[in-house]
């Protein structure tokens, strides 16, 4: 099926630890982005990539990194974790349409202990 | 000062009974609203509104965008146990698809 596939669903991680959360995606859209969702703050905009090669800061990118080298890749890193990074982190894709409807993948649950 | 806020938080209705759900958003470089429903993990797209007036229909869904007044509503008709949810309003500023959300509000539908 095609889609957004995001690794791992969920995971536990030290505090101090680095964490690689991936999302591949196979309907070769340009733009891509990570939000994270945290209870009574709805979904927050952490980075963004419009195409291959170029990446952007959104609304809380402290603390994270993103990278594009492909079209289909696009991992977000945690360097140090800390426990305020405990949330859900949605990858999502937008249509090259140029609409602003963005699909979304099925999220990993991040715990920092 | 939040871009999107939506109303109400949660609310609980029975079988049958008609949901409207707000949003209302800051008019700073505001390109469209979107509306989301969101089950157990991703939200799915329901609507895009960039005109006023313009009611969008789908099914027992419908929304409209009021630009003058800065809102957005979301009605829910004949609701089901499966519109139970989280529905997620948004905005978009530009045309890179970056988008500002509300918080949510929880809809449970009773038998």
């Known amino acids: 099926i095609a889609g957004i596939t995001q690794a791992p669903t969920s995971q536990i991680l030290a505090a101090g630890r680095r964490m690689t959360l991936r999302c591949t995606q196979d309907m070769r859209h340009n733009a891509m982005y990570w939000y994270r969702q945290d209870l009574g703050l709805g979904l927050r905009l952490i980075h963004y990539s419009n195409t291959a090669g170029t990446t952007g800061k959104g609304e809380v990118p402290d603390g994270y990194s993103v990278s594009r080298a492909n079209t289909d890749d696009f991992p977000l890193t945690l360097a140090s974790a800390v426990p305020s990074q405990t949330s859900v982190y949605f990858c999502?894709?937008?249509?090259?349409?140029?609409?602003?409807?963005?699909?979304f993948g099925a999220g990993s649950r991040l715990t920092v202990l | 000062e939040d871009k999107v806020v939506q109303s109400p938080l949660s609310l609980v209705v029975h079988e049958g009974d008609t949901v409207t759900l707000n949003c209302s958003y800051e008019v700073t470089n505001f390109r469209s609203l979107l509306w989301y429903k969101q089950e157990k993990k991703a939200p799915t797209f329901l609507f895009m509104l960039?005109?006023?007036?313009i009611e969008k229909k789908s099914g027992r869904l419908s929304s409209i965008l009021d630009k003058k007044e800065l809102f957005s509503i979301l009605n829910i008709t004949a609701t089901q146990t499966g519109d139970s949810a989280v529905y997620l309003c948004?905005?978009?500023?530009?045309?890179?698809?970056?988008?500002?959300f509300g918080a949510g509000t929880q809809v449970v539908v009773t038998p």
């Open positions: 999502a894709t937008r249509s090259d349409s140029g609409a602003n409807v963005l699909t």
């Open positions: 948004a905005r978009a500023t530009d045309s890179w698809g970056k988008l500002q």
């Open positions: 960039t005109s006023s007036g």
